[in-house]
């Protein structure tokens, strides 16, 4: 006789996306779920992007009932409003966003050593940009990369750290400017349009010449965060079988 296969619980990894481009977004955002999916037993990995229309419903049709991971920086608005009221419609479970995962910060120390090391430069004669979004709306996106960025500067003891926005001030071209020796960090999920265009034309007008990290879609620990992080928040609910 056939062994039964375990039943697999369910997630969907959401994210922003990009309206004017959602293809390329959603094939990265898939990867990304491949990744998670690799260092998981007993799940099933499902991605989705608010951009491309009606995906998310796609994926909770084809996954039944799904916890929702929310792979955005803060508990802003989009997760707390716009995606938050999605979950409920569909009666579905939303988990804590990537960005206040707590072994975000460790993460991020150790790549900046990394790239100290690489640079040949000291933390305290080195500053660190941290870019990040933003918001016209939520202050609790600003609050988020504050915190991220205290953490880090308390961590590693940069000869100064500062945080940049895209969307309110102080704008990033403005407190990037004079940074002499420094990294930027973005403080953003998504290798979107922001990152190959905002971040750099702000850094450039600023006369900012230094390393400048990926999003955190690209680090190689990520995948293992967010597994992690499922894996924590996840209530005990029946796993779906297959």
């Given at each position: 006789?056939?062994?039964?296969?375990?039943?697999l619980?369910?997630?969907?990894l959401?994210?922003?996306?990009?309206?004017?481009?959602?293809d390329?977004?959603?094939?990265?955002?898939?990867?990304?779920?491949?990744?998670?999916?690799?260092?998981?037993t007993?799940?099933?990995?499902?991605?989705?992007?608010?951009?491309?229309?009606?995906?998310?419903?796609?994926?909770?049709?084809r996954?039944?009932?799904p916890?929702?991971?929310p792979?955005?920086?803060a508990?802003?608005?989009?997760?707390g409003?716009?995606l938050?009221?999605?979950?409920?419609?569909m009666?579905?479970?939303?988990?804590?966003?990537?960005?206040?995962?707590?072994?975000?910060?460790?993460?991020?120390?150790?790549?900046?050593?990394?790239?100290?090391a690489?640079?040949?430069?000291?933390?305290?004669?080195?500053?660190?940009?941290?870019?990040?979004?933003?918001?016209?709306?939520?202050?609790t996106?600003?609050?988020?990369?504050?915190?991220?960025?205290?953490?880090?500067?308390?961590?590693?003891g940069?000869?100064?750290?500062?945080?940049?926005?895209?969307?309110?001030?102080?704008?990033?071209?403005?407190?990037?400017?004079?940074?002499?020796?420094?990294?930027?960090?973005?403080?953003?999920?998504?290798?979107?349009?922001?990152?190959?265009?905002?971040?750099?034309?702000?850094?450039?007008?600023?006369?900012?010449?230094?390393?400048?990290?990926?999003?955190?879609?690209s680090?190689?620990?990520?995948?293992?965060l967010?597994?992690?992080?499922?894996?924590?928040?996840?209530?005990?609910?029946?796993?779906?079988?297959?």
């Amino acid at each position: 006789m056939a062994t039964r296969p375990e039943p697999l619980k369910t997630v969907i990894l959401v994210a922003h996306g990009s309206p004017s481009d959602p293809d390329s977004q959603e094939s990265a955002l898939r990867e990304l779920a491949s990744r998670v999916q690799s260092g998981l037993t007993g799940w099933r990995i499902g991605s989705a992007t608010l951009a491309a229309k009606g995906r998310l419903e796609e994926e909770v049709a084809r996954l039944g009932t799904p916890l929702i991971y929310p792979f955005f920086m803060a508990r802003g608005w989009f997760t707390g409003q716009m995606l938050a009221k999605k979950a409920r419609v569909m009666g579905l479970t939303m988990l804590d966003p990537f960005g206040v995962e707590p072994e975000l910060v460790a993460s991020a120390q150790s790549e900046l050593r990394a790239l100290l090391a690489e640079k040949g430069w000291d933390a305290p004669d080195t500053a660190l940009v941290v870019a990040a979004h933003g918001s016209a709306v939520s202050k609790t996106s600003a609050d988020s990369a504050y915190a991220f960025a205290r953490a880090l500067h308390s961590g590693l003891g940069f000869r100064d750290t500062r945080t940049g926005f895209i969307d309110q001030p102080p704008f990033l071209k403005d407190i990037a400017q004079g940074a002499g020796q420094a990294i930027c960090l973005p403080y953003f999920a998504q290798n979107s349009g922001h990152i190959e265009d905002d971040v750099p034309a702000a850094l450039s007008a600023a006369g900012f010449d230094g390393p400048v990290m990926p999003p955190f879609i690209s680090w190689s620990d990520t995948a293992r965060l967010i597994g992690d992080s499922i894996e924590r928040q996840s209530p005990e609910i029946p796993a779906r079988a297959d």
